[in-house]
Structures are given as C-alpha cells and as structure tokens.
C-alpha cells in the first residue's frame, strides 16, 4: 500500500470542494509541485521521502479551503484529521508530518531536518512555478537548483 497515494485521495475530495476553479487548480498545482520538490530533496538528503511528500501535499490545504489567518497551524490540524482518519500513520509520524505543516511558514528559523526539507520544497516549488522568491529564499535553496 502506498500511504501517500491513500494520503492524497483523502486530501483531494477535500481539494475538489474547492469552488473557485482558479484556486483549486492553484492548490492541486502548488500542492503537487511541493510534494514532489519535497520527495527530491529528502531523497538527496538521504532522509525517508514518505513523511516529507505527505507533509508536502498537505502543507496548504487549510490556506485554500479556510482562507482563514495562521494557514500553517491550521493545516497542521486538518493534515492531523486527514492522517488519523486514514489509520495507516503511528502517533510518532502524524507528529513529525504536523510539527512540518505547523512550521513551513517560519523559514527564517531553522528546526529540523523533516520540517527543513518542507520549507526548502516549498520554496523550491514556487521558484520552477514562476513565482517571484526572495534573495534570502534563493540562497536557502541553492543546492537544489
């Protein structure tokens, strides 16, 4: 059984409640985008690619669905819900997969190397999407250019 694909089926019915077309093509693109950047990064930093991709493709989705302040926590409550209701996840890794979520927005602080991997995707992602990134959010990235 592949989780992140059971994973991904869970957070796309969610994705597909989306009513605007515009921004549900949005989330599916950027939460795709930093999945797989995610998946690259922790496979050239020999750390396991499984929690990183999953924390990737969840990372927003309350930005899309709630539009609401404090997008990373709440994602990091509704990636809590998804991962529980699936039962294929240990306590251990539905904390690593939040700690990630609740901490992608922070990139001027340095926490650990799952939530790193999250933060450098995601910054990643946005660079080959086209989207304008900071000086300081080029040189976090340089090595995966």
Do not use: W
């Not at 592949?2 to 093509?25: F, L, P, T, V």
């Not at 999945?35 to 990372?59: F, M, R, T, W």
């Amino acid at each position: 059984m592949n989780r992140y694909e059971e994973i991904k089926k869970i957070a796309d019915r969610y994705y597909n409640g989306i009513e605007n077309d515009e921004n549900r093509a949005i989330c599916f693109e950027h939460s795709q985008a930093v999945a797989d950047c995610a998946k690259e990064i922790a496979e050239k930093e020999n750390y396991n690619p499984e929690l990183v991709q999953i924390a990737g493709y969840l990372h927003d989705c309350a930005q899309y669905l709630e539009h609401g302040h404090h997008h990373a926590f709440r994602s990091s409550v509704m990636a809590r819900d998804m991962l529980v209701s699936s039962a294929l996840f240990s306590t251990e890794e539905i904390h690593r997969i939040m700690n990630s979520i609740a901490r992608h927005s922070d990139k001027d602080r340095v926490d650990g190397i799952c939530d790193e991997i999250l933060k450098n995707a995601d910054l990643l992602a946005r660079k080959r999407c086209g989207d304008p990134v900071s000086d300081a959010a080029m040189e976090r990235i340089k090595n995966y250019l």
